[in-house]
């Protein structure tokens, strides 16, 4: 049997190379990736935490995660990865303005 796409049917997904991928596979079980409203709040949840490492994006990583922690606390779920976001992110901000303004002072 070769394997040009067609023993998947009419349902499949176009690749960049022309292939045809199949979206059920054969024991029924959909490999689509959804983007879903959890996964939408651990990427945010993320971002924010990466950006709060950054000193000068970390007001924008503190803002991020406080958007996820928001909607994680809409769905009655903890958000600890944005809790931790938070967390860092002021402690990076807090130690930003302290080095800022002794260099500035002094």
Request: proline fraction near 5%; charge should be positive; glycine fraction near 14%.
């Amino acid at each position: 049997m070769s394997m040009n796409g067609t023993e998947f049917g009419q349902g499949g997904v176009r690749s960049p190379a022309g292939q045809v991928l199949p979206t059920v596979d054969p024991d029924g079980q959909s490999r689509a990736v959804r983007d879903t409203p959890e996964s939408n709040r651990s990427t945010a949840a993320i971002v924010g935490l990466v950006l709060g490492l950054i000193p000068i994006l970390s007001v924008i990583g503190l803002i991020v995660s406080v958007v996820a922690l928001r909607g994680y606390r809409k769905v009655g779920q903890r958000g600890t990865l944005a809790v931790i976001g938070i967390a860092m992110s002021a402690v990076v901000l807090v130690g930003s303005v302290v080095v800022f303004t002794t260099n500035a002072l002094g």
